[in-house]
């Protein structure tokens, strides 16, 4: 039987912004203590941006989300997860048909719930539309008219968009694509 909570700790009602995150955080670390938390480094604008480890097992997991500023939902399923895996786990109870205490020994999960908390304040909301990063956004986003600003907006607060700074070799894959026979759009 899959395991969801209705009733969880994560707020899933509301724009989910830095300090929303942050404050989940806090309360699942205090509720948890098996979870450990750390920092992978700090944003443009000097948040803090945490990880969390949860487990203890040799197979080593890491996920990760909003990457992408407007795709702020990413960082609550997230969440939402770690807070059911957490109280699966503390009441000796299954996850997605899975005992969690063996899965808590068998693996090690990083999360880093939010990868671009100064794109996501921007996006619900909770950056000042006065503040000099927003008028810095709001400039960069000029040049992109038919992107809604700032719901539309994926990048960071620099408009450095994340998602394409992994040389993922994209190119060339495509390439061996059409090599096998697919066909080219007008896009392509």
């Known amino acids: 039987m899959n395991y969801f909570r209705q009733d969880s700790i994560i707020s899933t009602n509301v724009n989910y912004s830095y300090n929303v995150f942050i404050k989940d ?40 989300a909003s990457y992408h500023a407007n795709e702020w939902i990413t960082s609550i399923i997230l969440m939402k997860f770690l807070a059911d895996y957490c109280y699966c786990y503390s009441n000796n109870l299954t996850i997605f048909g899975y005992p969690a205490r063996w899965l808590f020994n068998v693996s090690t999960i990083y999360i880093v719930s939010m990868v671009n908390p100064d794109g996501v304040d921007l996006v619900t909301g909770a950056l000042p539309t006065n503040s000099p990063s927003y008028t810095q956004a709001s400039k960069i986003a000029y040049s992109f008219a038919t992107i809604p600003f700032p719901n539309g907006w994926k990048a960071n607060i620099r408009g450095v968009d994340l998602n394409l700074q992994f040389p993922a070799g994209w190119q060339q894959a495509r390439e061996i694509k059409y090599s096998q026979g697919f066909t080219r759009s007008s896009s392509s």
């Open 25 to 64: 955080l806090h309360q699942l670390t205090n509720l948890y203590p098996f979870i450990s938390v750390g920092s992978i480094g700090k944003s443009i604008m000097g948040k803090d941006i945490p990880f969390i480890k949860i487990g203890n097992g040799s197979n080593e997991v890491f996920y990760s």
